[in-house]
């Protein structure tokens, strides 16, 4: 299943690339408390944003899946920070998550801000015509 899951994505990559005319705006949803979903969202968001410098991505994260952007909690922390220094992308996470399990912006990675709701985020952003990617295992 993963492979297929990763012959579907580069599919998606080449396809977008090939017909990529103008400048694409794409949302990467991720809610799960899976470190490989975590691994896996980084590492499709990385790809696309070096392959369309040109283009925006942002990853919204909520739910269980709040830890990837809190130091000392995340498992890729690192290729968070790495990430958040490209121009093209922007890295939140759901205030309201935030709440529920106390953590302070303070506890954040660098690069990473939080929004009021992830939800609502997404879909004000599939409002303006940004597609959608649902990172999941």
Known sequence: MKSYVNIVFCCLIAS?????????KIVFD???SNIAVHQSAVRHMT????????????????S??????VKD???VSKEIETLAKNKNVD???CQASLNRHKI???????GVRAVP???LEIIEKEGLGWGYIKEAH
């Open 91 to 93: 890295l939140v996470v």
């Open 47 to 62: 790809m696309m944003s070096n392959a369309y410098p040109d283009s925006k991505f942002e990853m919204v994260v909520y």
């Open 16 to 24: 977008i690339g090939f017909g990529q005319e103008k400048p694409v």
């Open 117 to 119: 709701d992830g939800i």
């Open 73 to 75: 909690k995340s498992a």
């Open 30 to 32: 991720v809610t799960s």
């Open 64 to 69: 269980g899946a709040y830890e990837m952007m």
């Open 104 to 110: 302070e912006a303070s506890q954040l990675l660098p």
